[in-house]
């Protein structure tokens, strides 16, 4: 499978941005996913690039991708208490996802 | 159904027992998938359907896991002569179809809790 990798903490000031980072391996053409679990739930799918597309905005949610470095990013602007959550970076490899060990954000007031 | 479901949503049972998991996923998907999340390992594939069929089944963590699916829809992953390693949580998603390429969005049910004691 692919490596994924990825931050495991970040704690950030309600209002604040909150950027997560994240590397991948393959060198093909893919899809990079964000999904955001929050406690004793599941996996909610956030938004996916493309790798050969450079940024993808939606609302408050800004994903940045370097294809050279192998370097994708979750931005989110002005981000609530709501926020606090882990993000999980992921990889389609075939048929499935290769997940990172996920990021747990915590927003404080 | 509006989403996937799996049930139970919480199993403690004791180590050396049989246990069941079932998830129902997103009516009109064909494909579907299971996932286990541990403390230790993360999220790791473990095995997927396209309509009743298996193709992959090297992701299962040993021949004590096995998992079907019937009728296209519900799949039920079992774990014989459970072991306190398999304690995690057993996530399960569907798609509508599998594609090695095409993008196909994995829509997640909120998982199974189980603790073997």
């Known amino acids: 499978g692919e490596d994924v990798e990825q931050s495991l903490f970040l704690s950030v000031r309600e209002g604040d941005s909150s950027v997560i980072n994240c590397t991948y391996t393959?060198?093909?053409?893919?899809?990079l996913y964000w999904y955001k679990q929050e406690p004793g739930a599941g996996l909610q799918l956030l938004t996916y690039?493309?790798?050969?597309?450079d940024m993808k905005q939606d609302q408050r949610l800004t994903v940045l991708l370097n294809k050279k470095d192998k370097h994708l990013s979750l931005r989110i602007a002005d981000t609530q208490t709501g926020d606090s959550a882990i993000y999980f970076c992921?990889?389609?490899?075939?048929?499935?996802?290769?997940f990172g060990a996920g990021t747990t954000v915590t927003v404080r007031a | 159904g509006a989403g996937v479901s799996q049930s139970p949503s919480n199993k403690v049972t004791e180590k050396g027992k049989d246990v069941e998991l079932r998830c129902d996923p997103i009516?009109?998907?064909?494909?579907l998938y299971w996932y286990r999340q541990s403390l230790g390992q993360g999220l790791e594939f473990l095995i997927y359907?396209?309509?009743?069929?298996?193709?992959?089944k090297s992701g299962l963590p040993s021949d004590r896991f096995s998992a079907e699916r019937t009728g296209g829809s519900v799949s039920t992953l079992t774990i014989q002569r459970t072991q306190q390693e398999d304690s995690a949580v057993y996530l399960c998603a569907s798609s509508l179809q599998v594609s090695r390429t095409a993008q196909e969005t994995q829509y997640f049910g909120p998982g199974t809790r189980l603790l073997v004691l």
């Open positions: 992921a990889e389609k490899d075939d048929y499935k996802l290769s």
């Open positions: 690039i493309f790798s050969n597309m």
């Open positions: 359907f396209q309509g009743n069929s298996a193709p992959d």
């Open positions: 009516s009109g998907h064909t494909a």
């Open positions: 393959d060198s093909s053409s893919t899809y």
